[in-house]
C-alpha cells in the first residue's frame, strides 16, 4: 500500500504561480511513476505530468512550457510547479503512484485561476 498527501493549491488569479506537493509513505520501494492529473467539473479525469523513477517526465500539451514536475526522493515527495496558470487549468489536481501494477491516489487538492 501507498498513501499519498498532496497540498498546495488555492486560489490564484491568471498568469500566478503555485506549487504542489505530494508526499508518499508507506510500501514506496516499488513505485515506477508519480505523477499529478486533474479532473474539472463534468470533464473526464486527465494526465497533467508524470515522472518516472528514473526523472523520465511527461506532459500534457496544455501544460507544456508551463508546468514542471519534480521529485525529491530523500523526502518521497512530488511537485508540480505551475506558472502562467490559466483560467482553464481550475480543477481538482490529484497524486498518482503506479506500483506493482497497482494505481494509488491521494485526496485530491482544489486549484482555482480567476481571470
Known amino acids: 500500500q501507498v498513501q499519498l498527501v498532496e497540498s498546495g493549491g488555492g486560489l490564484v488569479q491568471a498568469g500566478g504561480s503555485l506549487r504542489l506537493s505530494c508526499a508518499a509513505s508507506?510500501?514506496?520501494?516499488?513505485?515506477?511513476?508519480m505523477g499529478w492529473y486533474r479532473q474539472a467539473p463534468g470533464k473526464q479525469r486527465e494526465l497533467v505530468a508524470l515522472i518516472t523513477s528514473s526523472s523520465v517526465t511527461t506532459y500534457a500539451d496544455s501544460v507544456k512550457g508551463r508546468f514542471t514536475i519534480s521529485r525529491h526522493n530523500a523526502k518521497n515527495t512530488v511537485y508540480l510547479q505551475m506558472n502562467s496558470l490559466k483560467p482553464e487549468d481550475t480543477a481538482v489536481y490529484y497524486c498518482?503512484?503506479?506500483?506493482?501494477?497497482?494505481?494509488?491516489w491521494g485526496q485530491g487538492t482544489q486549484v482555482t485561476v480567476s481571470s
Open positions: 508507506g510500501n514506496i520501494f516499488n513505485i515506477n511513476s
Open positions: 498518482n503512484a503506479l506500483s506493482l501494477g497497482a494505481h494509488y
